[in-house]
């Protein structure tokens, strides 16, 4: 009986699910895996089991497990794979009018092989994988050997994923500058540093993150308790003109004169202890004669250039200086501009609001901006500071002066918004 159906067995199919058969058939026979091999191959051909299968197959039999199947493998079938990778070098080849077989023959001959869709070394050691970065991303800064040795060191061992611990400022830390921030708003982080010991740079981190803005000190223009509505009337006045005239501001020259050696406090008062005159007479006399001659004689050498169209609609702004008041001044001024001027103390026009720097564009603007172009580096001689002075006059861009006539008219509603109050500080 076991010889009839051992021959019945061998005109069937020799698939592996048939052979697993056969060697079922053995071991409950209670022949070993070796018989069982030597049954087989005789009747089949000599290398249709080998022994390890046979004893792979047995040891599943012992363990009570019949299923004559094999499990199923996972992934893509590995000729689906090998025929996308054909079709891809194909293409390749295509492009480059060469046969698909002779790009792969030269690849391997310079000891490439096919890894992730990638030609790659074959033997992927320090210096391979140095060359291999370089040609692989050439415009990125490519890794030293110490580097390479660290990565394939670490890849060996399993930790290649680094994970970086973040590190910030402890709460004990964080209290403390924040109290400190809290309690002296004006304390700096050098002091919180001397006091708490901790660091400039992590005192910063910690006010930032908690929202606190180092706001800086803005200096203003002292005024009085009667200033506020004078303003208020200059500038309800220029807004008028305005009204009248869009092209009012550009009819105005502003005026204004600076002293090198004078210094300002925080109140914007000139420092008198630091300004000395000696003399045998009170100087004002001096000044207002240096003036007079000014608007006789320089003025119109300024404007000797100006078109006499545009002269006789200009109008000429002076603040309210001692000199400026005089009535020889005034008397020019009135015969030279009629009834266009602004100045302190006139009678026929507009007056100029007392201790407003903010209102004139010489004091918001020009004197910074030059301030800035001359002592770029530091001037040689008086002559030097004065040629210095003109080429930075001379190169202002026309679209400079615009934005100042812009500036001025927000200033004018800005200074209405609060009153005649200062501004400056308000956004």
Not at 101 to 115: D, P, S
Not at 268 to 281: F, I, L
């Amino acid at each position: 009986l076991d010889s009839v159906l051992f021959e019945r067995a061998s005109k069937m199919d020799t698939s592996k699910e048939k052979i697993h058969h056969i060697l079922q058939f053995f071991f409950d026979k209670g022949e070993n895996a070796s018989q069982a091999v030597e049954n087989v191959n005789n009747v089949y051909s000599p290398d249709t089991v080998s022994n390890s299968q046979s004893q792979f197959w047995f040891r599943r039999f012992r363990s009570g497990n019949f299923d004559v199947k094999d499990a199923p493998r996972s992934g893509r079938p590995i000729i689906e794979n090998v025929d996308k990778i054909m079709e891809i070098e194909s293409d390749r080849a295509q492009e480059l009018n060469i046969a698909q077989k002779t790009v792969w023959n030269y690849l391997n001959k310079a000891g490439y092989k096919k890894k992730l869709d990638v030609w790659v070394p074959h033997e992927l050691t320090q210096k391979n994988l140095m060359r291999f970065y370089a040609e692989k991303y050439p415009n990125r800064r490519h890794p030293d050997r110490k580097t390479i040795k660290r990565l394939c060191t670490r890849a060996e061992n399993g930790s290649l994923k680094r994970e970086r611990r973040k590190s910030g400022a402890s709460e004990e830390k964080s209290v403390a500058v924040v109290a400190a921030a809290i309690v002296d708003p004006h304390m700096s982080t050098r002091e919180i540093k001397k006091r708490h010991d901790i660091p400039k740079s992590t005192a910063n981190r910690i006010l930032k993150a908690q929202k606190f803005h180092p706001y800086h000190i803005h200096m203003l223009q002292k005024l009085e308790e009667t200033d506020y509505p004078r303003r208020l009337v200059f500038c309800n006045w220029v807004q008028g003109q305005v009204e009248a005239d869009p092209a009012f501001v550009a009819k105005v020259l502003f005026s204004d004169e600076v002293q090198h050696e004078t210094t300002f406090t925080n109140k914007g008062d000139v420092n008198r202890h630091n300004m000395h005159y000696y003399a045998d007479v009170n100087p004002h006399w001096k000044r207002h004669k240096e003036f007079q001659h000014f608007v006789r004689t320089e003025l119109p050498n300024l404007l000797r250039n100006v078109p006499h169209n545009i002269q006789e609609i200009m109008w000429f702004q002076q603040d309210g200086a001692p000199a400026h008041r005089s009535r020889q001044v005034k008397n020019y001024l009135n015969e030279r501009f009629s009834n266009r001027w602004i100045g302190l103390g006139s009678t026929t026009t507009q007056i100029w609001p007392p201790r407003s720097p903010d209102l004139t564009p010489l004091d918001f603007f020009l004197w910074g901006y030059l301030k800035e172009k001359v002592y770029k580096t530091e001037p040689t001689t008086m002559e030097d500071m004065k040629d210095r002075i003109r080429r930075a006059c001379q190169d202002i861009p026309p679209t400079f002066l615009q934005n100042v006539r812009n500036s001025f008219q927000r200033r004018i509603n800005k200074c209405m918004e609060v009153n005649g109050e200062a501004f400056e500080h308000l956004k």
